[in-house]
């Protein structure tokens, strides 16, 4: 598959969309303010992808870890001209969490999703490859480039940060508890 | 101690329970963590069904940019030496700069009756020929860019004058090295947009072609109404739009011996132009007006080289059954390997003609000679009316079923659905006794 990727077959790139759109919708969604830019930017990646089908390497990274990367700079860059285009409302939504909700009927995706902009961006990988894509600790090593000792510290400093960030939004656990 | 609590948390993560060796310091940790972990775990089951629901405009968007790429890549030979400040559009002998091919076009043009309109001005060309609602295609060169709000605005400058042109999120942009984003475009390209004229002529982008750098045109070419000729025209398109209604397009070409024509004619012909590639531009055509034919209005047809020579054929005078879209592909239009029976197969680009037979959703059933086709409309989907009895509420509604349907559009290989491009509703078709 990917050397017809690298050939640019559009039935090979068929292939590749349906088998990673999800996953790497889900991993931009987080930093993302909502559906929308989550889906332009992964559709961006597999645009960006496709044109630069020529310079993968097939024999060394997965395409998946190759998708990712990309989309991690796609998210960069989308923050980075964000900043620059100055205090926006989106940007502040993009990039912040929100004032705490002071009703008793939290939506816990939405302060959850707040919860992990205030992440480092590694923190944020690592967190959603090992919890929302269910990678392991070993493919997440792989797709991060790290030893899998890195991973296991990196993901527990992750939960411990989104367990901080929780409790300053009133919670006395993190998550659910 | 972080190593431990590291594997502690790895260990709790795979068993779903913490290890018992921990202290009553590391599980209460250790319950925090998992805590934490939980809420990520919950929201990320929100996460995937909103991926689900966006994957198919995302698929639809993204089988859009590969077909246009190999259309860009196409678009993106260096121009040739001899020929206009554009791209270079006629591989296989079908150029202007033959000689033989100019020749007989200037012959025409000084034989033909040009009576310059009312509107005869380059801005005034610019309006009436990128009329509100219309589906474009235009080219030229980019001038200006700016951002407001996130909309990214480019103003290209083409024969027709000054056209501003919006780009939205959805808009793929392409350059030699494959897509960029809105914000990155720069002045000083060629480009061929194609899109939808919104208010004020601005042309809402569906797709941006950029090419090399060139100038502007240091005066931009007079625009002539062509209202009546006495025997053909021949040229290079540099612009068309169709209708919503799909009554009318008009044309805007230029001749061999540099004379720049739009005129109203025919939606059939464009519609078949554009059959016979998703991008019309710099294909070379000629405009006639056979007896019957509104005064004003004419029909434009496609010139056919000849194989082995740079002279283009003078077909006869159309009838008016050749003025419609072809019932099945005519070989002199039809690239090799092209399907019969309703279907005209080019590379990644599919033409199908035939009944439409249902309708579910965004998934509509046509029936062709050969087989059942399903097609998938998408919001960016050009929907055309054709002349006759055909509302423009049957584009939405199951009232389009029965009708004879043209689609172009996208082969999806891997589902067999044809990812609409442009759909032309024709009427229903009248069965014998």
Same mark, same amino acid.
């Given at each position: 598959?990917a050397?017809?990727a690298?050939?640019r077959d ?5 292939e590749?969309?349906?088998? %990673?759109?999800?996953?790497?919708y ?8 909502g559906?929308?830019?989550a889906?332009?930017?992964?559709a961006?990646t597999?645009?960006?992808a ?8 097939y024999?060394?990274?997965p395409i ?5 990367g990309i ?5 960069r860059?989308?923050v ?7 205090p ?6 993009t990039i ?9 009927h ?7 999703t ?7 961006e590694?923190?944020q ?8 894509l ?7 090593a792989?797709?991060?480039e ?7 510290n990196?993901?527990?400093?992750a ?10 939004m %009133?919670?006395? %656990?993190?998550g659910?508890? | 101690?972080?190593?431990?609590i590291d594997d502690?948390? /790895? ?13 009553a310091?590391e599980? *209460?940790?250790?319950?925090?963590l998992?805590a934490?972990?939980r809420?990520v ?7 995937r069904?909103e991926?689900?629901?966006t994957? =198919? ?11 246009a790429?190999?259309? *860009?890549?196409?678009l993106q030979? =260096?121009a ?7 791209f ?10 033959f ?6 076009a ?19 060309a610019? *309006? ?11 080219e030229g060169?980019? #001038?200006?860019r700016?951002?407001?709000?996130g909309q990214v605005?480019?103003? +290209?400058q083409?024969d027709?004058?000054?056209?501003a042109?919006d780009?939205?999120?959805g808009?793929?942009v392409?350059d030699d090295?494959g897509?960029?984003?809105?914000g ?10 194609s899109?939808? +004229? ?9 797709t941006? @072609? ?6 502007p045109?240091p005066?931009p ?6 209202k009546?000729?006495?025997q053909?025209l ?5 612009t ?7 009554k009318?397009?008009?044309?805007h070409?230029v001749t061999?011996?540099g004379?720049h024509?739009?005129a ?6 464009v519609?078949?132009l554009l ?13 006639v007006?056979?007896p019957?034919?509104?005064?004003g ?8 080289p000849?194989a082995d020579?740079?002279?283009?054929p003078v077909?006869?005078?159309p ?7 072809p ?6 239009? #039809?690239?090799?390997g ?14 199908v003609r ?5 309708? /579910? ?5 046509v029936e @062709?000679?050969?087989?059942?086709v ?6 960016r989907t ?5 002349p006759d009895?055909?509302?423009?509420? *049957?584009?939405?509604? /199951?009232r389009?079923?029965?009708h004879a349907?043209s689609v ?8 067999q659905?044809l990812?609409?491009? +442009? ?7 009248? @069965?014998?006794?």
């Open positions: 598959l050397r017809r690298v050939a559009r039935l090979a790139w068929g590749i969309f349906e088998a %990673h759109y999800q996953a790497v889900g991993f931009v969604r987080y930093r993302l303010r559906a929308d830019e889906e332009d930017i992964a961006q597999f645009e960006v496709y044109s630069r089908a020529d310079r993968f390497d024999r060394g990274v998946e870890a190759w998708l990712i989309a991690r700079n796609l998210v860059d989308y980075k001209k964000a900043v620059r285009r100055g926006t409302e989106e940007l502040v939504d912040t969490p929100p004032t705490p909700d002071e009703s008793p939290v939506d816990l995706r939405e302060d959850i707040a919860a992990m902009k205030a992440l480092t590694d923190q990988t690592v967190l959603s490859l090992r919890f929302l269910d990678r392991s600790v070993e493919d997440t792989k797709l991060m790290r030893s899998e000792d890195a991973v296991k990196l993901q527990r400093r939960l411990a940060a989104m367990q901080r960030a929780l409790a300053e %009133h919670y006395e %656990h993190g659910a508890g | 101690m972080s190593d431990r502690l948390l /790895d260990q709790a993560l795979v068993t779903g329970v913490i290890p018992e060796e921990a202290t310091e599980r *209460a940790e250790l319950e925090g998992l934490a972990m809420g775990k919950e929201t990320g089951l929100a996460i069904a991926a689900q629901e994957m =198919p405009s995302a698929r639809a968007r993204f089988e859009r940019f590969t077909a790429q190999q259309q *860009a890549r196409h030979r =260096p040739s030496g001899g020929r206009g400040r554009w270079s559009r006629f591989p296989g002998g079908r150029g202007l700069s000689a033989g091919v100019a020749a007989a200037a012959a025409i043009v000084v034989g033909a009756l040009i009576l310059p309109g009312s509107f005869g001005g380059v801005e005034s610019s *309006a009436q020929v990128l009329t509100e609602g219309s589906y474009v295609q235009v060169v980019v #001038t200006n700016t951002t407001a709000d605005s480019l103003v +290209v083409s027709l004058g000054e056209i042109v780009l939205a999120d808009t793929s392409l090295q897509a960029i984003r809105p990155d475009v720069q002045s000083g390209r060629q480009v061929v947009v899109g939808v +004229v919104g208010k004020a002529h601005r042309v809402q982008a569906q941006v @072609t950029l090419g090399q750098e060139a100038p045109p005066v070419p007079r625009v002539e109404q062509l009546d000729l006495p053909r021949e040229g290079e398109v540099r068309i739009s169709l209708s919503p209604d799909g009318r397009a008009r044309i070409i061999a011996a004379g024509f739009w109203v004619v025919e939606a059939p012909g519609q078949a059959e016979r590639s998703a991008n019309a531009l710099g294909t070379m055509v000629r405009l007006h056979p019957g034919t509104p005064p209005v004419f029909i434009v047809e496609p010139v056919v000849e020579g740079p002279s283009a077909a006869p005078t009838t008016p059954e050749t003025t419609r879209p019932a099945g592909p005519s070989p002199s239009l #039809t690239p090799s092209a399907g019969s029976g309703g279907e005209t197969a080019r590379p990644g680009l599919v033409t035939g009944i439409v037979l249902s309708r /579910d959703g965004a998934l509509v059933t @062709t000679d050969r087989r059942v399903t097609v998938r409309v998408t919001q050009v929907i055309l009316v054709g009895g055909v509302t423009l509420d *049957a584009r939405s509604g /199951d389009a079923i029965g349907v172009t559009g996208l082969l999806n290989e891997q589902t659905q990812l609409a491009d +442009v759909i032309v509703l024709g009427p229903k078709p009248v @069965t014998g006794d």
